[in-house]
């Protein structure tokens, strides 16, 4: 079973910055695609940024230009850097992976909250 843990979270001040990891228990290469998802209380989840295993990468309209999704394949960890964080951005983020088979996989989450 393939598992994904998510860390890097925590509390920030607007404008700041953090850096989320995502490490899996599998080589990168086992996955088609990842992402990023965040859910802010009472608000669906929603996708923030993905990767496939080309590299292509995609943003949502809300955090392009200030977030950056990454993949490091030797250390099995995708990165998400988000700069100029505001309060909008507070959410617990989770990592998803699918494999070539479309098998879904999710991180546990970590809490980003954006507050001065």
């Known amino acids: 079973q393939v598992q994904l843990v998510e860390s890097g979270g925590g509390l920030v001040q607007p404008g700041g910055s953090l850096r989320l990891s995502c490490t899996a228990s599998k080589r990168l290469a086992s996955f088609a695609g990842m992402e990023w998802y965040r859910q802010a209380p009472g608000k669906q989840r929603e996708l923030v940024a993905s990767i496939s295993n080309g590299g292509v990468t995609n943003y949502a309209d809300s955090v392009k230009d200030r977030f950056t999704i990454s993949r490091d394949n030797a250390e099995r960890t995708m990165y998400l850097q988000m700069n100029s964080l505001n309060p909008e951005d507070t959410a617990v983020y989770y990592c998803?992976?699918?494999?070539?088979?479309?098998?879904?996989?999710w991180g546990q989450g970590t809490q980003v909250t954006v507050s001065s």
């Open positions: 998803h992976g699918q494999n070539w088979f479309r098998d879904d996989f």
